[in-house]
């Protein structure tokens, strides 16, 4: 598949796939999806690369783990013939049902060697809709 051909809901699933505590929590399963090179620019401003966002979600508590976002406003852009933008809006809920936090996500998913790698991501917190 090249990014001309990009299948939304697989790069959903790419993407859900990082929410979920178990892939979370598996230093392996979260270097198998991130490219080399990868660049996270975080909700909190702070700037992270490979290394310390596979240690920093594999040393996440449980309850943190487990907070699992809705996903609004899903969409794949294709930007070059491999690579394509995720962009969509993620919100949390309080254990009441209320929106803890929205936040606007964009992601940079790239095709290295037969497979979908994420090669950079941000969050922005935004106010609730």
């Known amino acids: 598949m090249t990014a001309a051909d ?6 959903r699933a790419l993407e859900q796939k990082l929410h979920r505590p178990e892939i979370r929590r598996s230093p392996d ?14 909700s909190s401003g702070r700037v ?6 596979i240690e920093a979600l594999a040393s996440e508590s449980p309850s943190e783990a487990a907070l699992v976002p809705e996903v609004h406003d ?9 690579a394509v933008l995720v962009t969509y809006r993620s919100s949390r809920h309080r254990a ?20 979908w790698q994420m090669l950079f991501h941000q969050g922005t917190i935004v106010p609730a809709l």
């Open 48 to 53: 992270y690369d490979r290394t310390s966002i």
């Open 29 to 42: 399963a979260v270097g198998a999806l991130l490219a080399e090179g990868f660049i996270e620019f975080g």
């Open 6 to 11: 990009a299948d939304t809901e697989l790069f």
């Open 74 to 82: 899903f969409a794949v852009h294709p930007i070059a013939p491999d």
């Open 96 to 115: 009441d049902g209320t929106v803890e936090r929205t936040t606007l996500r964009s992601s940079i998913w790239t095709l290295i060697d037969g497979r």
